[in-house]
């Protein structure tokens, strides 16, 4: 937006600390005149002779009063200069850091010294803003670099598959196709994928009032059938946990969640638990499963997008590497907190913190 010029703060400032300081010192020499003349009468003999009065104090005070008020206005307008430019200095250096961000650069920092003031305080939150900024940006350049790869592959698969039929014209048609409809599946569920987490980033979502007890039970339900024919168990157990957030994505989540616990696990004789409860202000939904020991190095990486992790992933349904980066995504769409920690005995528990809803009047 195209604005008019003005003055500069540091000018505002400047004559506003003058304006002050000559007004003060008027008051100060009319205080002074009020009560000089209070005890100075209009005339004033003695003797026969005539003494200083009233008029000889006018031509004697009032010449000294305007230099007095001029040396003021003078002392106001280079003192606020000064002044002016000193407080606003940390300002200055806030500016000249807006502006290597604007111009693409966030790894500068202003780094304030001195005791915490406002100006201290503005300069943090700049500095924390500018290092949450430049992770973000480096985080969805990663993301982007992993996503071109990951969708090139089904690409290039089916390009492959296309050109060996094309130059084998005894080719089993039947087998092409069943390799063809896998790949396809698979890049349909990465593009799917892909698409939740971008509406979750978003937050384009309508919030209403969810029971996390009533997604665990609905995603185990749907699951079950997995777990089954992999000879594992799951239990599920909780009191009514209630937030608020979109149904249909925190339904994705605990999906997700069960999903990576069951796939993850033993290969038989597994158990997955799914527990819902309030603790103090939050609904907590954990997911805990059996599994391969997994070591402290590896456990932070598992929520970075199609980061699969080589000791938990398994041949046969590995997924498309984004569960846990879209379980991580809903939760913080929902202004909720996310932490993985290894089990003792091997395998994962996932914990997840969100804002616990508001009891209805009727409960």
């Known amino acids: 937006m195209d604005r008019s010029p003005g003055l500069s703060v540091r000018l505002k400032l400047t004559l506003s600390y003058a304006a002050f300081l000559t007004v003060a010192g008027g008051m100060l020499l009319a205080v002074v005149w009020v009560f000089l003349l209070r005890y100075v009468p209009d005339v004033i003999i003695t003797d026969g002779q005539p003494v200083p009065n009233r008029s000889d104090l006018v031509r004697a005070f009032a010449p000294k009063a305007a230099w007095a008020m001029a040396f003021l206005l003078l002392v106001g307008l280079v003192g606020g200069w000064l002044l002016a430019g000193r407080m606003l200095a940390p300002l200055s250096r806030l500016t000249h850091a807006t502006r290597l961000a604007a111009e693409g650069s966030l790894s500068h920092r202003i780094r304030l010294e001195g005791r915490t003031d406002e100006f201290r305080e503005l300069a943090d939150s700049f500095d924390t803003m500018l290092a949450r900024l430049e992770a973000q940006v480096a985080e969805q350049q990663r993301f982007a670099a992993n996503a071109s790869h990951e969708l090139r592959t089904p690409l ?8 060996v039929a094309r130059n084998d014209p005894d080719h089993d048609d039947r087998e092409l196709v069943e390799r063809l409809h896998f790949v396809n599946a698979r890049a349909i ?3 799917e994928a892909l698409l939740l987490l971008s509406r979750a980033d978003r937050r384009s979502f309508t919030r209403e009032r969810v029971d996390l007890s009533l997604l ?3 995603a185990t339900e749907t699951l079950l059938s997995l777990a089954e024919e992999r000879g594992l168990i799951i239990k599920v157990s909780g009191e009514t946990t209630s937030t608020i957030g979109s149904h249909a994505l925190l339904l994705q989540m605990t999906v997700n969640l069960v999903h990576n616990a069951i796939v993850h696990n033993l290969s038989d004789q ?8 309030v603790d103090h202000r939050s609904a907590v939904l954990t997911v805990e499963n059996t599994g391969q020991q997994l070591t402290s190095q590896v456990v932070p990486t598992l929520t970075e997008p199609f980061q699969r992790g080589t000791e938990r992933a398994r041949s046969d349904h590995a997924g498309v590497g984004l569960g846990l980066a879209i379980v991580k995504s809903i939760t913080q769409a929902h202004d909720g907190s996310l932490s993985l920690a290894p089990r003792a005995g091997g395998g994962l528990t996932v914990t ?3 804002p616990v809803a508001r009891p209805q009047p009727d409960e």
Do not use: N, P
């Open 352 to 354: 997840v913190r969100l």
């Open 270 to 277: 597994g158990t997955v638990w799914v527990t819902t409860a």
């Open 189 to 191: 569920d990465l593009t």
């Open 216 to 218: 665990a039970e609905e």
């Open 156 to 163: 290039a698969i089916t390009q492959t598959l296309l050109e």
